[in-house]
C-alpha cells in the first residue's frame, strides 16, 4: 500500500462502540484493557468496564479455565453499561475465542492471533477442527493476524529470551486498537517509562511492540477504514477514572476528614474486597489504621475493638466472611457501636465463583444473625457511587449508633467509570459526639430523636461503663434477665433503625414519571441495566417508569405509596428474587422478577424482552 492508498483510509465515525480483549490470564488482559481505558478517558469519551478474571490462581496455560477478559464499552454519549453485545472481540488464543465469541454480534469484528491456534491449544478448548476455518468468515469479519510472529519480528534484533518475547504479544494488540479507534498511545508510553524504567531493554522492547502494533494498523491492507467516536458532552469538572473498590477507599479517607475520627480497617483478604486494603493502607499519613487478620473473625473483632476505642472500625469482605464475621457482627447491634461491614458480594453458595459477580447477600445481611438484630443496609449503584454510598453508610453508623451493612459487588468492584471528583464543600457534613458531661451519665441514655446511645471514650473518669453481649437495663446498661426489660430493649433496638427512615429521601422517578403501567425498581449494580432499558422503553412509547434504592434497612418512607402508583413492578436482580420477596412482604405488591444468576451484570435486552411482556 502506498503513502497515497494509506492517506484515503476512511475514518468512520460512531457513536459507540464494545470490545473486549480476552486471551489466558498471563497473556496481560487486564493490563491492556486498562491502558485503553486510560486513552479511552483521555479522549473524553463516556465509559463504562467490565474486568473478567479467572478463579483459578494458575489455571492451566490455553484452557477455559485460565481466559481472562476485559470489555470496555465508550461512548459520545451517556452510557450506563459495559454494553450488551460486542462490536469488535480481540481473542489472543482458542480458549479465549470459545469462551467469548457468543457475546460478539453479527457482522462483528472478531481479532485472532493465529500462532496460538495449533493443534495442542485447539484441543485445550475442546475445538475437534480450527474454527477459523469452519464458516466464522460468513457470520463475522475475520481479521486473521500473526500477532506473535510479527511480535517476534518487531524485536528480532534485540535477541531477547523468548518468554520475555511471548509476554510483549498484548502490546502489540493494544497498539493495533489505539490505532482502530484513534485512540493516542502517548500515556501509555509514560506509563510503560515508569514502569520499565529501570529495566532499559524491557522498555525498549514494550515500545518497540506497541508501536509495531499501531503501524501494523496503518499500513496492512486487511483494514480498509478505523474508527473515531467524539469526545461526550459532560458537566464541567476534574475527572478521574475509577473503580468501585477505588471509590470505596476515596469514601472512607473522606469520612476520616469529614468526621475527626481514625479510621481503623480490619480485615481478612477475600475476592473481589482485597483491593480495598491493599489501597487503603497507602494513606497511613492520613491516619488511617490497616489491620490484616488471621482470619474473617479476628478482622471484625478488631474492628470493633477501635469502634469501642473511639476510632470508627471498618471491615471488609465477601459473603462467606459475612457468615464468619456474624457472631461479631451481633455484638455490634447489642452493644450499639458504629462498624461499617463492607460486603463486596461475589457468586456463591459457599466458594461459589471468586471472581464473578452477584446480589446474593441482600437476605443474609437483612437476617444473617440471631435474634432481632436490625441493621441498616445501604448499596452502592456505580463503581463512582460507591464514594458517596460510603459516606452515607459512615453518617448512620455514627449517628444512630450502629452497624451499617455497604453492599457493592465484584462488577461494581472491578468495573471503572469516569468520576467528577466532588469539592470539599459538596459533601456532606458528618457530625460526631462524644459525651464528656459526667453528671447523670449512663451507657445507655438515649437522644430523644434518633434513640441512639452516648458515644463514650472509655477510661474518662467519671465515664466509666462496661458493655457486654449479654441483655442489659434500660439506661444504667446493667446485666438484665427481666423478661420486661428484654421486650423493651428488642423493641428500642428496632425502633432506633425504623427511625433511619426520617432521615433519609423518598424514592423519585429516574426516567420516565411517577405513575404508570410499570415499574422496574432496583438496587445495587443493576442501575445501569435498568436506566439504559428504560430510556428504551421510553423510546417506544410505553408508560414506564425506573427508580432505585440505596436504602435497603429502612426503606425510604414513601416508597409503598410511590409502588401503588403503578399497574405491575418488575425487580430485576442478579439473585432468585430477594428484594422482590421483601417488597412482596412488606407491602403485599405483587412484584414480578428478572432473575439470571450468571455472575454477569444483567443485559438490556433480557430487561425490555420481560418488561414488553408485562406490557402487553
Not at 491493599?278 to 494513606?283: A, M, N, V, W
Not at 452477584?358 to 452502592?380: C, H, K, T, W, Y
Not at 423493641?491 to 422517578?509: F, G, M, S, V, Y
Not at 404508570?516 to 428504560?534: E, F, K, M, N, P
Request: charged share 25%; hydrophobic share 40%.
Amino acid at each position: 500500500m502506498t503513502l497515497t492508498e494509506e492517506k484515503l483510509k476512511k475514518i468512520e465515525t460512531l457513536e459507540e462502540a464494545t470490545i473486549r480483549f480476552a486471551g489466558d490470564s498471563g497473556d496481560g488482559m487486564q493490563l491492556t484493557g486498562g491502558q485503553f481505558t486510560n486513552a479511552t478517558a483521555i479522549v473524553g469519551n463516556d465509559l463504562s468496564t467490565l474486568p473478567d478474571f479467572p478463579a483459578e490462581i494458575r489455571a492451566p496455560a490455553g484452557s477455559l479455565a485460565g481466559v481472562s477478559g476485559f470489555q470496555i464499552h465508550f461512548s459520545s454519549k451517556d452510557i450506563h453499561t459495559p454494553g450488551d453485545a460486542l462490536d469488535v472481540l480481540v481473542a489472543m488464543n482458542p480458549a479465549a475465542l470459545k469462551a467469548n465469541l457468543r457475546d460478539l454480534k453479527p457482522g462483528g469484528m472478531l481479532i485472532v492471533n493465529t500462532n496460538a491456534f495449533t493443534e495442542t491449544n485447539l484441543k485445550k478448548a475442546g475445538y475437534d477442527k480450527n474454527p477459523l476455518d469452519d464458516g466464522l468468515n460468513q457470520k463475522y469479519q475475520v481479521f486473521s493476524i500473526e500477532i506473535s510472529r510479527l511480535t517476534q519480528l518487531a524485536l528480532e534484533e534485540m535477541k531477547l529470551p523468548g518468554k520475555i518475547v511471548d509476554r510483549s504479544k498484548n502490546l502489540f494488540a493494544l497498539g493495533l486498537m489505539y490505532w482502530l479507534y484513534t485512540r493516542p498511545m502517548e500515556k501509555t508510553i509514560e506509563w510503560l517509562k515508569k514502569k520499565f524504567g529501570d529495566k532499559p531493554e524491557i522498555l525498549e522492547a514494550n515500545l518497540k511492540v506497541l508501536k509495531a502494533g499501531y503501524h501494523f494498523g496503518e499500513t496492512t491492507e486487511s483494514f480498509i477504514s478505523h474508527y473515531e467516536i467524539k469526545q461526550a458532552k459532560i458537566i464541567p469538572g476534574k475527572y478521574r477514572n475509577i473503580t468501585g473498590n477505588e471509590a470505596t477507599v476515596l469514601g472512607m479517607l473522606a469520612a476520616s476528614q469529614l468526621t475527626g475520627l481514625t479510621i481503623f480497617l480490619g480485615s481478612y483478604p477475600i475476592t473481589p474486597a482485597s483491593d480495598i486494603l491493599h489501597e487503603l493502607s497507602k494513606y497511613k499519613h492520613f491516619g488511617i489504621r490497616t489491620f490484616q487478620a488471621e482470619d474473617e473473625i479476628a478482622a471484625v473483632g478488631a474492628a470493633i475493638g477501635a469502634s469501642f476505642a473511639g476510632g470508627l472500625g471498618v471491615t471488609t469482605t465477601s459473603g462467606p466472611g459475612v457468615c464468619l464475621k456474624s457472631e461479631f457482627i451481633n455484638l455490634a447491634v447489642k452493644t450499639e457501636l458504629p462498624l461499617i461491614i463492607c460486603d463486596i458480594q461475589r457468586g456463591g453458595p459457599s466458594t461459589g465463583l471468586p471472581t464473578k459477580t452477584e446480589q446474593g447477600d441482600l437476605l443474609q445481611a437483612m437476617f444473617g444473625r440471631n435474634s432481632e438484630s436490625p441493621i441498616p443496609i445501604v448499596a452502592a449503584a456505580t463503581p463512582g457511587d460507591c464514594f458517596d454510598t460510603m459516606l452515607e453508610a459512615v453518617r448512620l453508623s455514627v449517628k444512630y449508633m450502629t452497624p451499617v451493612f455497604f453492599m457493592s459487588d465484584g462488577y461494581l468492584a472491578n468495573g471503572s467509570e469516569p468520576w467528577k471528583i466532588p469539592q470539599i464543600y459538596e459533601l456532606p457534613k458528618i457530625e460526631v459526639k462524644f459525651r464528656t458531661e459526667k453528671n447523670g451519665f449512663y451507657p445507655y441514655l438515649r437522644d430523644e430523636k434518633t434513640l441512639a446511645r452516648s458515644w463514650v471514650k472509655p477510661g474518662e473518669a467519671g465515664l466509666e461503663h462496661v458493655i457486654s453481649g449479654l441483655e442489659t437495663e434500660q439506661n444504667t446498661g446493667k446485666i438484665s434477665y427481666d423478661p420486661t426489660n428484654h421486650d423493651a430493649m428488642i423493641k428500642i433496638r428496632a425502633e432506633r433503625i425504623a427511625r433511619i427512615a426520617n432521615d433519609i429521601p423518598d424514592i423519585k422517578p429516574i426516567f420516565g414519571e411517577i405513575k404508570g403501567d410499570l415499574l422496574i425498581l432496583g438496587w445495587g449494580s443493576t442501575l445501569g441495566s435498568i436506566d439504559a432499558a428504560t430510556e428504551k422503553l421510553l423510546e417506544k412509547g410505553y408508560k414506564v417508569t425506573n427508580a432505585h434504592l440505596r436504602h435497603l434497612n429502612p426503606f425510604p418512607k414513601n416508597l409503598e405509596s410511590f409502588l401503588k402508583n403503578f399497574k405491575k413492578v418488575l425487580i430485576p436482580e442478579v439473585n432468585l428474587g430477594q428484594l422482590r420477596m421483601l417488597i412482596r412482604a412488606k407491602y403485599l405488591i405483587d412484584a414480578q422478577g428478572l432473575n439470571i444468576v450468571g455472575g454477569q451484570p444483567l443485559k438490556v435486552n433480557a430487561i425490555i424482552e420481560l418488561a414488553e411482556k408485562l406490557l402487553k
